[in-house]
């Protein structure tokens, strides 16, 4: 009995040993996990989860502030990476929040008077132009986030559809009626 | 005798090749419109030379060549260029891409052309000048060939490999101008030895081409040149697959041939080498098969642009099409509309019906029967890539080698329960393009805003280093500007103040311009953009608040 | 409409091979009906009919269409492999709850078609086995040994009303299967030699059952003519049970019995040719089929000298599907342009 305990003595001590030096040995610096949820954000820096940015988001998700529901831009797969990634279970969009199709803004350039406002709304400085003088969108820049839209004095700003291309055409999934339920597979939480 | 290596699985489709291959081939006569997309190849898209209203001739330079892998395209015949604008090209998606569109004048007047002495030449000058000539792979990839013949200057080519296969059912364009341009064939391959430098040249064509096989050797006798037969078997007219029958070795996954020593061209492609160096000719005209539910299947020289409709006309077809196919059964596109052009990789056109090409078996679930991994020549297990593509797992679908993937359609043609592989792999590979574009996207947009942060806080420190030293130098008290200014492009720009003044003029400018000129697009908003614009607004204001607590907090932090 | 390549296909499908199947069980069943009575198709009958009834009750519960799946012939092979591996003689509720249950919760609860980590005839066998121990060993006695044979009209008021003929007991109908005798006889100290002079034994395996076997691999033999069953199984499957039996035999042949009585006996064929070919549950690479296949051998063998069970081939197949997926994980073949540096 006495040699028994002494045993299991001896290996909780042994294993709290090597568990304490491998904290110390393999301590990671930082918070890695905000650069990991941070990688899967879209970076469209929109604001539209309520956080000034994707970092700020991916620090709140990381101290399990935030949901992982509130970025439409990444759409559903990105709520499922993120689901991944923190092991917690895939939380569709709230009412009305679902992701859009993509855009970019458009100036008109008509009607800009050179304010320099939505250059400085840009999270991406996707904005060229100078005060007095045209902005043009730098369209392969822009994440669509519409944040330059609200602070447009003369509401120039419009976002525009990206049309589809031969380059960024995708194959359909396969849609056959019979073997298959109905109901799109996107709409089903992977367990 | 060479003992030839072998792939793993393949398959016996029904070849339907003796309908088209025994009449000689024949020219087709001027189209009444030509239709030339500008991307007709792998790589980036040429470069528009024309524009609307120009006479150009035959031969003449429509588009150059835009970066390394990238080839030119010319006019097929003479005649006005009557648009550049977006036309349906062949392609899955049948979405437009930009066209140059010839009306002919029926002329067919050449451009001046001679052919090239090109042994005379240094052999960088004759790749730039097959580049020029917009000469790419006609065996269906078009993948241009001076960039697969533009060597690394340690690479030596072993063996140069001439693709006379045509493994796929119902083609035979490579067998008909294997039986009639012997002997220009193997001009042209003369041009790839001299830029490859192989230690040994093979041509393998399948034991199904008797003809072509004899017509070949009696062209190659008395050179170097092996003429290989090969047994049939789809698809060892794939460029890895042929390549390990002829040699053994196999081309490293996500590597090129000639980084193992291998060159592979078709047969197609050296001869349109041999007509841009014999006749000076770019490549403006291919072989193709018209074939399926037409009256006389055959094989038709056509000028590139060429609407498939005025081709298909040529062989009369039957009543009863169910919609067309471009290029063969097993890796072709369907098509609905006649109205798209001949481009460089087209080698076939089948029309359908419904007794040749009965419409897909509705499909079953995958029992596992792993039949499709015993035919696959890529050595994958497509009943494991069915299973993730169709979950959306496209992390495993890449563990299990989905981009090794050629796309053959081997194992959706032996599935018994008829599920759509092929379509389930292309599905699953464009999902994984995109999310890499996307996330190059992200990348990029992160780079960008973070650059953002650090400049608007290197100009506030600016700022405040600017008015620290104003106080310094001023002893009249003067009150200090607000601390979380607005940035601006301009460093230069003026203050906060003036700048909101000139904006209200500006406002006022624009309002009376807009009172007099057209009107606005935010007029007559409907309630839904209200509640959007409101909805942004909102969004907007919190974030400011919440960017400017962050940037007070900031600036306290450092004024302690 | 989108389509994509490729535009043909192979005219062969799920039904044609499940069909075929069946095809080469008809003539096994055959020698079944000769040795054994006719029984066994009435219990075939019994289990084709629950399992089509039931195949139908639960693809309506999933909204899935009836015809294709109805139509596919997979619920009758579950339904005749379960038929034949149960005794000839079983009373009608077994045959329908054994099937039923088969259907039910090892196929469909499982998504259905494809989608079944077990073979659902096997779980059906198992459960049954385990639930109805009595009622699974009453085998009757065959044809030739000189037994009381009951008429085809006995028969049915047996398996339906639990009516035997006046004077006439379960026990003095039925036997113990060749490898129970083999296995109670070896517990009584008789050597094998001894057990096999007994009169229910043949000249392989036992009377009539050997020859069921025979022709359950002539059936085999034709779908691996068809190529409907991978040839790698079967072969694996009855070389290591072949080779196992045979170092326990030539080490002690006194306990152990003859390679060849082990291939005859009990469902080794069925399993060989019928079960352990099932490709839903099973494994896929070629490896894989190898580690799969002589497992299977080797819990068979285990089972049916060391275990309690009469017959080990059902669970065999059981536990091998539950190794499945881990197999197959490890046995992925090299794929084109990866090996090794391309030679």
Redesign the interface.
Known sequence: MISALWVMVGISLLLGAVLGYSAIKFKVEGNPLVEKI?AV?????C??C?????K?YAEAIAKGEADINKCPPGGE?GIRKLAELLGVDYKPFGEGAGPKAKAVAFI?E??C?????C???C????IA????QMHTIIAS?C?GC??C???C????I?MVGLP???Q???????V????Q?QTP?REMP?S | MRTLDHFHGGIHPAEHKLESSELPSRIAPLPSLLILPLHQHIGAGAKVQVQAGDHVLKGQLLASAQGMVSAAIHAPTSGTVTAVQPHTVPHPSQLPGLCVHIEPDGKDQWIDHAPLEYRAIPKSELLAKLREAGIVGLGGATFPTHVKYSLATDQRIQTLVINGAECEPWITTDDRLMRERAAEIVRGIEVLRHLAEPAETLIGIEDNKPQAIAAMRAACAGSDIEIVTIPTLYPSGGEKQLIKILTGKEVPSGGRPTGIGVACSNVATAYAIHRFVDHGEPLISRQMTVTGNVRTPQNIEVLIGTPLEELVRLAEPLPGATGYILGGPMMGVHIDDLRLPVVKGSNCIIVKSAKLFPPAEPAMPCIRCARCAAACPADLQPQELHWFSKARDFGKTQEYSLFDCIECGACAYVCPSHIPLVQYFRFAKSEIWQRERETQAAEIARERHEFRMERIEREKREKAERLALKEKAATAAKPAAPIAAPVMINPDADPDDTLQMRIDAAMTRAKEQAATAQPRNTENLTPQQQAKVAEIEARRAKFSELASNAGADDESSKKS | MMWSSPFVTQATSVSQIMLRVLLALIPGIAMYVWFFGPAVLVSITLASITALATEAAMLKLRNRPLKPFLTDNSALITAWLLALSLPALAPWWLVVVGTAFAIAVSKHLYGGLGNNPFNPAMIGYAVLIISFPAHMTHWLTPHGLGGIELSFAQQLDYIFGGILPSGLTLDALTMATPLDTLKTQLHLGLSVGDIREMPIYGRLAGHGSEMVAIAYAIGGIYLLYTRVINWLIPTTYLVTLFVIAGIFHLADPVHYAAPLFHWFAGAAMLGAFFIFTDPVGGSTTFRGRIIYAAGAALITFLIRTFGSFPDGVAFAALLMNICVPLIDIWTQPKVFGKKGGGK
Do not use: H, M, N, R
């Open positions: 941070d954000l879209p970076q469209t820096q604001g539209q309520g956080f000034p940015g994707c700020p797969d008109d008509q009607t008077i050179g304010c320099t406002l250059l400085q709304a999270p991406v400085d996707a132009g100078a005060a007095k820049e994440t519409e944040l839209v609200a602070p004095p003369v509401d120039c419009s589809e291309s031969i960024t055409w995708k194959w359909p999934y396969p056959y009626a019979l073997a339920p597979t992977k």
